[in-house]
């Protein structure tokens, strides 16, 4: 059995193709019926495919809106911080975050209402009394928005409850990575579409936090379709199984080694180009796999080079809660083991995907048509970024 490998015609295609098209016309009524047949169904999966991809570019390249929150609690003092990028929730809510940030009045009051509503610390089983609210922008390096809200607690023992639940103003799915800060050490929490409630004793030792970075990397990768578009574009020229073994595991490493860099502080490149470059990378590959002849000769440098890329990318989504020691440890362990799950679950299902398509005369409309529709979307979005950035 000969493998194709997505992008290559065995000579038996070639051949058979040609005999076909130059030795004979079918004149029988039902052997062009049962060829309709036969091709309908390739072009009806391809149909749906496109329009799952066309419908994705009416998004942001994330779905999952990603807060990052610090809470810090000193004796009976609370301060709760969220940082979210621009770009990624609702754009009324952007320009009024920005708005209020630039110092207008009546935006800063109706966002400071909606953060009052949205935000709900419990200390001890008695509600913390809300009170100051500052919004602040990101300044000239990177599009995203603060809001910082003060609480004051009756006491400084006993059960911390945060509720974060800030409805459709940040995004349907909007989830939030917490660190929050006590006298008994620091704990990760994730504020998700499921549980917009977190409960945890500050009196006891710290729990590790490990499930909770796992699945926040996993459901990074998974809704971050920048990432999988660049991987998909990568598998649609590969062939054969070495090929793809190459590219996943150089993407593997390079993009663990930047998002440790980036993570710990000792690179630090801001969102404004970061964002823009990574779908400049879905933009050279996919039209690599259009102009060159043997695009999976150099595939697996085009995945080591442009993995440094998406890894600070993966970076965005722990760098701003000032994780250290052990949980900064837990965090890139548990983060980057989730993105690897999710990055394998997406190759085990689009491989078989594309070797469907690839059968007979897909084995060359398959690539192309991946490739063109990863050049489209790559442009739509670095069009946006650069634009929003």
């Not at 929150?69 to 754009?91: C, F, H, K, Q, S």
């Not at 913390?128 to 607690?153: H, L, M, P, Q």
């Not at 190459?246 to 969102?271: D, E, M, N, Q, R």
């Not at 837990?330 to 679950?345: D, K, M, P, S, T």
Request: charged letters at 20%; one cysteine or more; a positive charge.
């Amino acid at each position: 059995m000969v493998w194709s490998g997505f992008g290559r015609e065995t000579r038996f295609h070639r051949q058979h193709f040609v005999r076909r098209k130059a030795g004979r016309r079918i004149n029988d009524p039902a052997a062009a019926t049962t060829m309709q047949q036969r091709s309908t169904p390739r072009h009806a999966r391809w149909a749906t495919l496109l329009l799952a991809l066309f419908c994705s570019t009416q998004a942001l390249a994330h779905a999952t809106t990603i807060g990052l929150v610090r809470i810090d609690l000193i004796g009976d003092r609370l301060t709760y911080i969220l940082a979210v990028a621009l770009p990624e929730i609702p754009n009324g809510s952007a320009l009024l975050l920005t708005v209020a940030a630039n110092g207008d009045r009546g935006a800063a009051e109706t966002v400071a209402e909606q953060a009052r509503r949205s935000v709900k610390i419990d200390l001890g089983g008695t509600p913390c009394k809300a009170g100051r609210v500052r919004i602040a922008g990101s300044g000239a390096n990177d599009a995203r928005g603060s809001v910082e809200i003060d609480f004051t607690c009756s006491g400084e023992h006993g059960r911390l409850t945060v509720t974060d639940d800030w409805g459709t103003f940040l995004g349907e799915h909007y989830q939030a990575l917490a660190n929050i800060r006590t006298a008994s050490g620091e704990r990760q929490v994730v504020f998700g579409e499921a549980s917009r409630s977190e409960s945890i004793d500050i009196s006891r030792p710290v729990a590790t936090g490990w499930l909770d970075f796992i699945k926040l990397g996993i459901e990074h990768i998974l809704t971050g379709y920048d990432h999988l578009l660049f991987l998909l574009a990568l598998l649609a020229g590969a062939r054969g199984v070495l090929s793809v073994v190459k590219i996943v595991t150089a993407f593997t490493l390079t993009h663990s080694v930047t998002l440790t860099l980036a993570a710990l502080g000792l690179v630090t490149i801001p969102g404004r180009i970061i964002e823009p470059l990574i779908a400049a990378t879905i933009i050279w590959v996919a039209l690599e796999n259009l102009i060159s002849a043997a695009p999976d000769r150099r595939r697996w440098m085009w995945s080591f080079g442009f993995g440094l890329v998406h890894g600070l990318g993966f970076a965005a989504a722990l760098g701003e809660i000032e994780l250290k020691g052990a949980a900064l440890v837990r965090a890139l362990i548990g983060f980057n083991a989730g993105v690897e799950i999710g990055q394998l679950v997406f190759v085990v299902i689009a491989l078989p995907l594309l070797a469907l398509l690839s059968r007979g005369r897909g084995a060359t409309l398959t690539p192309r048509i991946a490739s063109i529709a990863a050049a489209v979307m790559g442009t739509y979005w670095f069009i946006e970024r650069v634009f929003a950035g």
